[in-house]
Nanobody, 123 residues
Framework: QVQLVESGGGLVQAGGSLSLSCAAS????????MGWFRQAPGKEREFVAR????????WYADSVKGRFTISRDNAKNTVYLRMNSLKAEDTAVYYC????????????????WGQGTQVTVSS
C-alpha cells in the first residue's frame, strides 16, 4: 500500500500563487507516474497535471498550462504543484494520485489517492 498526504492548500486572491505538496509513504517503489486532479463543487473530478517517474515528462490540462508546474523529488517521495496566476475557477479540492503504470491515461489508472486539500481563490 501507498499513502499520500497533501498539504499547502488555502485561501488566496485571484492572481496569487500557492504551492501544494504530496508526500508518499509505504510501498513507494511501486509508484511510477504521479498526478494532480481537482474537483469543484457540483463538478466531476478532472485531471490537472501528471509527471513521469523520472520527472522528465510532464502533462497539463489546457486550463492550467502555463500557470501550473508539477515537479517531484524522488529522494523525498514528494510531488509538488506550483500554481501561479490563480483564477476563481481554480477553486476546488485538489487530490494527489499515484499510479503503478508509467503512462496512466485516465483517473482509473491511478491506484492511490490522497485525501485532498482545499484551494479557494477569491475574486
Amino acid at each position: 500500500q501507498v499513502q499520500l498526504v497533501e498539504s499547502g492548500g488555502g485561501l488566496v486572491q485571484a492572481g496569487g500563487s500557492l504551492s501544494l505538496s504530496c508526500a508518499a509513504s509505504g510501498r513507494t517503489f511501486s509508484i511510477y507516474a504521479m498526478g494532480w486532479f481537482r474537483q469543484a463543487p457540483g463538478k466531476e473530478r478532472e485531471f490537472v497535471a501528471r509527471i513521469s517517474w523520472s520527472g522528465g515528462s510532464t502533462w497539463y490540462a489546457d486550463s492550467v498550462k502555463g500557470r501550473f508546474t508539477i515537479s517531484r523529488d524522488n529522494a523525498k517521495n514528494t510531488v509538488y504543484l506550483r500554481m501561479n496566476s490563480l483564477k476563481a475557477e481554480d477553486t476546488a479540492v485538489y487530490y494527489c494520485a499515484a499510479s503503478a503504470t508509467y503512462y496512466p491515461s485516465s483517473s482509473r489508472e491511478y491506484d492511490y489517492w490522497g485525501q485532498g486539500t482545499q484551494v479557494t481563490v477569491s475574486s
